[in-house]
């Protein structure tokens, strides 16, 4: 893979930057800093701030207050061209008048970089398509495109590559394969990649961290793992993936674990795991970490059981099959079982009691919207 014409890449800063609209905030006071090298993530719903604040680093935009800073120098007032960054958009913006070959030299010649041609033709080889460069972008593929793009971008020595929903027009299985490239010229080249997509699974595969944003905020930051094991408000814990939730006040704390009450059941989280000990407490837990018997499984300080309950939907969703059961005056409870050979239980109404350690559980610093409801 030729890499040697690559700059290194840089750090990212934002200090408190804020973005107005007239009739709204895009994004609040934000303060963010991506290391140098780092495959970083923003994601969020649409509507959320994420473009906004991508097309702020880019230059499209200009924040109402606040400072971005591009290895530590105030890049705020600089036109987009004047700034060490490059974007890869959605649509991949490649000219069908063009060549790959030609779309790839066309920032170079724009800044008249001497050779063009040499350094575009590395750049195609980076990504694996030297041989398509006499070839027009209506005669490529999406994948082709996607790789296209992307070496245009690189092409231009940026410092910090974004990356504005750059998977969105391909199919499942293409966009998986390009995940994968896209971390592996990341991590090849050294550049700081800033992805923005609303796809949690995209996210949580390829970034090293990933930022959750709400209503112009990050709402919570961090190793992808980290993010999904141990959710801190109700917003992530139901963005990423999953939860069951439940809410009710704190009954009994000891040095280890708080429990809650929750409809009559006790509830019970450790410490480690809980951003609020006290007053009203949501308590939630992963479908993949739960399960079912046919059987009440019998009392233990180290896990929780609910029920029991009906089975009231089995859908099969490839790698488990996905359970809902209803508990009277509990509500519907999400369980995922692992297709590793028959299921405890696979009958629609079947009763069934639901269970899970302890030690799985975590607590929210907030409580969801409509505080009753079991997600």
């Not at 207050?65 to 700034?83: A, F």
């Not at 575009?120 to 990504?127: D, I, Q, R, S, Y």
């Not at 991590?187 to 961290?209: C, I, K, R």
Request: with cysteine.
């Amino acid at each position: 893979m030729a890499t040697d014409f690559v700059a290194r890449g840089q750090d990212l800063e934002l200090v408190e930057v804020r973005k107005e609209f007239p009739g709204f905030v895009a994004v609040e006071s934000l303060d963010l800093k991506i290391p140098a090298g780092e495959f970083f993530a923003l994601l969020g719903p649409s509507g959320c701030g994420k473009t906004t604040t991508l097309r702020m680093i880019a230059g499209l935009e200009t924040p109402t207050s606040g400072k971005v800073l591009i290895g530590g120098k105030d890049v705020t007032d600089q036109k987009p061209h004047e700034r060490p960054v490059n974007t890869v958009f959605q649509n991949y913006a490649l000219f069908p008048h063009m060549t790959v070959l030609e779309n790839v030299a066309f920032g170079l010649r724009q800044r008249k970089v001497d050779d063009p041609l040499p350094k575009a033709t590395a750049a195609l080889e980076m990504v694996e398509l030297n041989h398509l460069a006499s070839r027009r972008p209506q005669q490529l593929s999406g994948g082709q495109q996607q790789r296209v793009a992307l070496a245009r971008a690189l092409v231009n020595r940026p410092a910090l590559l974004l990356l504005d929903e750059p998977l969105g027009a391909l199919d499942l299985k293409l966009r998986r394969q390009m995940q994968l490239e896209l971390k592996d010229i990341q991590s090849e080249v050294g550049l700081t990649f800033l992805h923005v997509t609303h796809d949690q699974e995209e996210a949580m595969d390829m970034a090293d961290t990933v930022a959750v944003m709400n209503h112009g905020r990050i709402e919570q930051m961090g190793a992808p793992e980290k993010l999904y094991d141990r959710p801190k408000t109700a917003f992530v814990a139901k963005f990423l993936g999953q939860s069951n939730l439940f809410v009710g006040e704190v009954t009994d704390k000891s040095s280890e674990t708080i429990s809650i009450n929750f409809r009559g059941n006790k509830i019970t989280a450790p410490n480690s795991r809980i951003e609020k000990s006290s007053g009203k407490v949501a308590i939630g837990v992963r479908p993949e970490k739960t399960e079912f018997h046919e059987s009440k499984p019998a009392a233990s300080s180290t896990q929780n059981v609910l029920g029991p309950g009906k089975i009231t939907d089995i859908r099969f969703t490839g790698v488990s099959n996905q359970y809902q059961i209803e508990i009277p005056e509990i509500g519907e409870i999400t369980v995922f079982a692992q297709n590793v050979g028959r299921s405890p239980v696979v009958e629609l109404g079947a009763e069934v009691w639901v269970s899970w350690k302890v030690e799985h559980s975590f607590g929210l610093a907030d409580l969801p919207t409509g505080e009753e409801d079991i997600e």
